[in-house]
């Protein structure tokens, strides 16, 4: 492995970003977007390779370090015998590199003008969030229930004193005037096939369990899904929640591009990033998460991540704003009494989530984790939006659009985890060419 070279000084400290969310609420929204990768290596030359081009990419960027899965695990014996052997890693194992490493890939880069954001995967996070603090890595994201969840087997109850923990040790951070940021993973639920109302609900429950545990600086998921109108409904019933019901100004809404099955080909890959900024610029969001169009075949290139944030930059740039509200939409009504049902069990947002799950009153279709009572279904109906199949034991009774109960085959299931692909991958002749050109010309 490469060595980077460790400063003797740092040359940006007193230019650090003091704010994660309050850059991004400034240079996003009102039709423009802040556009970020998944980008993370073991090395840290090449770590920093990436934080450089992206930071010189021609869009309003923030930067990324994501971690490698044993990082995620608490393997940290397995991180160290890679590094020793020479092993790749899929992501940047912060808590193994020393301090003094890590700052070496940060200096001269993190600065007011490019925040950085940790992004992990971890139920037991406590030596992530460490690691963080000692270098003043001020935003990060995840969640008592989605890096629970969707992840492993970790039981909820840990995941849940774990989070509170690393909350309340993060917000000690203020007390060194830096103010700390933290992004919901809740309306990444699965990635695909959970209905937009529970990834809404989720996503601001998280973030009301972020508050109650002290952090004051937030941004609220969500991950583009089936339909473009219903996700226009989804992301406006989420910022009406936070306006309705959160307990702090400050905060932000991104977008994933699409989290599942992705498409094969590059012009499919293209159409489906170009809908998600579409997406996040007519909602009003502030941010996006890219994907490439690698991602169905490999672990994208830095250059191939550079090209996917100008692609996203340039589509916001010439979508026509105005911010779609939605009202009273089926989806706010359902993800309100999802929201109101948890509320109501208890007043610590920790042991109401607890008591949630337990009650099937949130219950993420397909999820097989031993705390989700795996009741409720889903699926993708003849109109390409997401409807429940069967809703459990969720208080959505005289909310939720008539069930039609289903039995859902294994058959039916894989159909709709790659309907998302064959929708985008199957496009006119000659569009793979124009989508060349255009990228070319960008």
């Not at 608490?74 to 991180?79: F, K, R, S, T, W």
């Not at 409807?387 to 058959?411: C, H, Q």
Request: net charge neutral; aromatic share 6%; proline share 5%.
């Amino acid at each position: 492995m490469t060595r980077i070279q460790v400063p003797t000084e740092l040359s940006t400290e007193r230019r650090l970003p003091m704010d994660f969310g309050e850059f991004v609420r400034r240079e996003g929204g009102d039709g423009r977007l802040v556009v970020q990768p998944r980008m993370g290596f073991g090395d840290p030359v090449k770590m920093r390779e990436g934080l450089v081009a992206t930071k010189a990419a021609d869009a309003t960027t923030v930067g990324t370090l994501t971690l490698d899965s044993y990082t995620r695990v608490g393997n940290l014996e397995a991180v160290e015998s890679a590094l020793r052997e020479g092993i790749d890693l899929n992501g940047y194992p912060v808590v193994t590199h020393s301090p003094a490493t890590t700052a070496a890939v940060l200096d001269g880069v993190r600065d007011s003008g490019f925040p950085v954001q940790v992004r992990h995967g971890s139920p037991s996070p406590t030596d992530i969030f460490w690691a963080m603090m000692r270098l003043r890595l001020n935003a990060t994201e995840g969640g008592p229930v989605s890096y629970c969840l969707p992840y492993g087997r970790t039981p909820l109850a840990d995941a849940v004193r774990n989070w509170e923990r690393c909350c309340e040790l993060y917000a000690r951070m203020r007390d060194g005037g830096v103010e700390p940021h933290l992004e919901t993973f809740g309306g990444c639920m699965m990635g695909q096939l959970c209905p937009p109302s529970q990834l809404v609900a989720i996503s601001f429950l998280e973030a009301m369990f972020f508050a109650q545990h002290g952090i004051r600086s937030l941004s609220l998921s969500y991950a583009q899904q089936t339909d473009m109108s219903q996700d226009r409904e989804a992301v406006s019933a989420l910022r009406r929640l936070c306006t309705e019901l959160l307990p702090t100004r400050n905060w932000h809404v991104v977008i994933y591009a699409y989290m599942g099955v992705y498409p094969e080909t590059t012009h499919g890959a293209y159409r489906l990033l170009s809908s998600a900024a579409e997406l996040a610029v007519s909602t009003g969001a502030e941010r996006i998460i890219v994907k490439t169009a690698a991602e169905a075949r490999r672990i994208p290139t830095i250059a191939e991540n550079v090209q996917a944030l100008e692609y996203a930059s340039r589509t916001a740039e010439r979508t026509v704003g105005g911010l779609h509200e939605c009202g009273d939409s089926q989806t706010y009504m359902e993800a309100r009494a999802l929201v109101e049902a948890v509320l109501n069990l208890d007043g610590d947002i920790g042991r109401a989530l607890l008591t949630a799950f337990r009650r099937g009153y949130l219950d993420v279709p397909y999820c097989v984790h031993p705390d989700n009572a795996g009741r409720a279904r889903s699926h993708i109906g003849s109109d390409g939006r997401l409807r429940w199949g069967d809703t459990g034991r969720l208080p959505l009774a005289g909310i939720a659009e008539r069930v039609r109960s289903k039995k859902i085959t294994s058959a039916d299931l894989m159909s709709d985890l790659h309907y998302v692909r064959r929708m985008f991958d199957e496009s006119p002749r000659g569009l793979e060419e124009n989508h060349r050109t255009e990228l070319i010309r960008g």
